[in-house]
Structure formats: structure tokens, C-alpha cells
Nanobody
């Protein structure tokens, strides 16, 4: 059974940096893409970042490009989301997602496993 467990800072100020982690278990980690999505209050869940199985290919939402970095440590079966220059509009529940295949994707439909979500709140 595949499990994804997120961890990371909950409350930060605008301009701060936060790093989220997602530890995976239950399948061969480096064979599958990993992604991060987020859902703000009253909004639909949206794509944030994705990494291919090997980590060579990454995609980002325009709203986070240049500020957020996705990375993965395949030896530790862990994916990270480094978030810099945080903005109040980054406030959301952040979800780690495990892909259906090796290639990175920005579509929720290409992910079949989801973490429980971790709240990140950015205050002004």
C-alpha cells in the first residue's frame, strides 16, 4: 500500500522561506513522478510543481515559478518543495501526490496517490 506523509512549517510571514517534505513508501519511488498541489480556502485544488521519476524534468505553475523548487531524494524516497519569498496568496493546504507513470505532469488525473495535506499559512 502506497503512503505519502507530508511535513513542514505551518505558519510563516510574507517573504519567509518554507520547505515541505513528503516521504513515500509502498512502491519503487524513482519509477514515478511526484507532484505538489495546493488548495486555498474557497478554491479548487491547483497544480504547484512536479518532478519526473529521476528528477531531471520539473514543471511549475506560473504563480510559483522562480520562487518554488521541487526536488527529490530517491535514496530516501522523499520529495521536497522549497518555497521562497512566500506571499499571502500562497496560503493553502499543500498536497503531495504520487504519479501514475515516470513522466512529470501538471494534471491531477495523472496522479493516483495523495498525502493527507499540510496547512501552510502566510501572514502579512
Amino acid at each position: 500500500q502506497v503512503q505519502l506523509v507530508e511535513s513542514g512549517e505551518g505558519l510563516v510571514q510574507a517573504g519567509d522561506s518554507v520547505k515541505l517534505s513528503c516521504a513515500a513508501s509502498g512502491r519503487t519511488f524513482n519509477l514515478y513522478a511526484m507532484g505538489w498541489f495546493r488548495q486555498a480556502p474557497g478554491k479548487e485544488r491547483e497544480f504547484v510543481a512536479a518532478s519526473s521519476g529521476g528528477g531531471a524534468t520539473t514543471y511549475y505553475a506560473d504563480s510559483v515559478k522562480g520562487r518554488f523548487t521541487i526536488s527529490r531524494d530517491n535514496a530516501r524516497s522523499t520529495v521536497y518543495l522549497q518555497m521562497n519569498t512566500m506571499k499571502t496568496e500562497d496560503t493553502a493546504v499543500y498536497y503531495c501526490a504520487g504519479g501514475r507513470r515516470y513522466s512529470a505532469s501538471n494534471s491531477e488525473n495523472d496522479y493516483m496517490y495523495w498525502g493527507q495535506g499540510t496547512q501552510v499559512t502566510v501572514s502579512s
